[in-house]
């Protein structure tokens, strides 16, 4: 067996340590007298963090799983069943067409920025086009994570490196109630790539790289491709099993294949085309269909100049709002291409000397 690793996590708070911590999320003067009562739910709570409830409800995995005995987390399992009856609704040729637009900016005008963002008027303008042509055009604002309560995607936790199988599909790792690691948006997330026939992500470029909102979705997306749909093959997150499933052989199932995806990355000063490559490069990592030139577009808006004036600018530049119109279209005949069948994905029998 390949050896686990172990010497690097600290050891768990204390229970002085827990008290601040949990305290921190009231600190509005409004709480204090409520002083009794949250004594005792902070009590529970770090009975939860110290026996480590990470999954306090479950129910057994049944057949069709490894060990049909296995407390899967309810959550966990409603998310796949909802995957599953998501995956079906896709596949039925009746279905509309449907594509997913992701605005990857972290602007809206409902928090501190004030103002709403260009890429989300872009993604309206690619949305617009794609209703008046019958599809169903489901828009997913990564924006919200800075300005609804309470609202998460959690970073990945990097299973995947511990052994592939580790990593399950949909993630397990949460929520995680002993941690208090909840409200992630990702269960919601899944289902709706999972539904798309086509994506489209439009955003912004920040600090050369694409926008924290967009790379947390992306990293948490790796259980997509070639994740495992049964924790109870690994009782959970038991690496050693996990590794002994991979090194037994392992077939990466890519759960998202065959989708059409296209880009909008826009800026100001620098950094859309090697943002624009490396979104694309992992698009084509996941078996996602290239919609064409037409598909992929990186643009500057008003280059080196002014912030404050930056929305004007956009208004003016009418060559580029239709280009962004074209991304949509392109992407849109891709999947009318690919659910007519003219198109092969993913089938091909060419086979994989590195599969990863």
Same mark, same amino acid.
């Given at each position: 067996?390949?050896?686990?690793?172990?010497?690097?996590?600290?050891?768990?708070?204390?229970?002085?340590?827990?008290?601040?911590?949990?305290?921190?999320?009231?600190?509005?003067?409004?709480?204090?007298?409520?002083?009794?009562?949250?004594?005792?739910?902070?009590?529970?709570?770090?009975?939860?963090?110290?026996?480590?409830?990470?999954?306090?409800?479950?129910?057994?995995?049944?057949?069709?799983?490894?060990?049909?005995? /296995?407390?899967?987390?309810?959550?966990? +399992?409603?998310?796949? #069943? %909802? &995957?599953?009856? @998501?995956?079906?609704?896709?596949? *039925? $040729?009746?279905?509309?067409?449907?594509?997913?637009?992701?605005?990857?900016?972290?602007?809206?005008?409902?928090?501190?920025?004030?103002?709403?963002?260009?890429?989300?008027?872009?993604?309206?303008?690619?949305?617009?086009?794609?209703?008046?042509?019958?599809?169903?055009?489901?828009?997913?604002?990564?924006?919200?994570?800075?300005?609804?309560?309470?609202?998460?995607?959690?970073?990945?936790?990097?299973?995947?490196?511990?052994?592939?199988?580790?990593?399950?599909?949909?993630?397990?790792?949460?929520?995680?109630?002993?941690?208090?690691?909840?409200?992630?948006?990702?269960?919601?997330?899944?289902?709706?790539?999972?539904?798309?026939?086509?994506?489209?992500?439009?955003?912004?470029?920040?600090? /050369?790289?694409?926008?924290?909102?967009? +790379?947390?979705?992306? #990293? %948490? &997306?790796?259980? @997509?491709?070639?994740?495992?749909? *049964? $924790?109870?093959?690994?009782?959970?997150?038991?690496?050693?099993?996990?590794?002994?499933?991979?090194?037994?052989?392992?077939?990466?199932?890519?759960?998202?294949?065959?989708?059409?995806?296209?880009?909008?990355?826009?800026?100001?000063?620098?950094?859309?085309?090697?943002?624009?490559?490396?979104?694309?490069?992992?698009?084509?990592?996941?078996?996602?269909?290239?919609?064409?030139?037409?598909?992929?577009?990186?643009?500057?808006?008003?280059?080196?100049?002014?912030?404050?004036?930056?929305?004007?600018?956009?208004?003016?530049?009418?060559?580029?709002?239709?280009?962004?119109?074209?991304?949509?279209?392109?992407?849109?005949?891709?999947?009318?291409?690919?659910?007519?069948?003219?198109?092969?994905?993913?089938?091909?029998?060419?086979?994989?000397?590195?599969?990863?």
């Amino acid at each position: 067996m390949t050896e686990v690793r172990k010497g690097q996590a600290p050891a768990k708070l204390g229970r002085n340590e827990f008290h601040i911590r949990f305290r921190n999320a009231f600190h509005d003067p409004a709480y204090d007298a409520l002083e009794q009562e949250l004594g005792a739910i902070e009590q529970v709570a770090w009975e939860a963090y110290h026996e480590g409830r990470k999954a306090p409800r479950t129910v057994k995995a049944g057949p069709g799983y490894a060990d049909p005995s /296995y407390d899967l987390s309810i959550e966990w +399992k409603e998310t796949h #069943d %909802r &995957l599953l009856a @998501a995956e079906q609704h896709q596949k *039925d $040729p009746a279905s509309r067409n449907r594509i997913l637009l992701i605005n990857g900016s972290s602007r809206n005008d409902g928090t501190c920025p004030g103002e709403v963002s260009k890429t989300w008027r872009m993604t309206m303008m690619a949305r617009d086009l794609l209703m008046e042509q019958g599809f169903e055009a489901d828009v997913l604002d990564l924006s919200l994570l800075n300005s609804d309560y309470d609202r998460h995607i959690h970073p990945c936790k990097g299973c995947v490196s511990t052994a592939m199988p580790l990593c399950h599909w949909p993630c397990s790792c949460y929520p995680n109630h002993a941690e208090r690691q909840v409200n992630d948006w990702m269960n919601e997330i899944y289902e709706r790539w999972v539904l798309a026939h086509g994506v489209i992500i439009i955003t912004p470029v920040y600090w /050369y790289q694409s926008p924290s909102p967009l +790379k947390l979705m992306i #990293d %948490r &997306l790796v259980c @997509a491709d070639g994740g495992n749909p *049964d $924790p109870s093959s690994t009782h959970g997150k038991k690496a050693e099993e996990a590794k002994d499933i991979e090194m037994a052989g392992w077939d990466y199932p890519k759960h998202l294949a065959g989708r059409a995806y296209g880009l909008v990355v826009h800026g100001d000063v620098a950094g859309i085309e090697s943002t624009r490559r490396s979104l694309a490069d992992w698009f084509g990592w996941m078996d996602f269909v290239d919609a064409g030139s037409f598909a992929q577009l990186d643009r500057y808006i008003g280059y080196y100049e002014s912030y404050a004036d930056s929305h004007n600018t956009y208004d003016r530049d009418t060559a580029f709002q239709e280009e962004v119109r074209n991304v949509a279209r392109a992407v849109a005949e891709a999947v009318r291409e690919i659910r007519a069948g003219r198109v092969a994905v993913s089938q091909h029998r060419l086979r994989d000397p590195r599969p990863k």
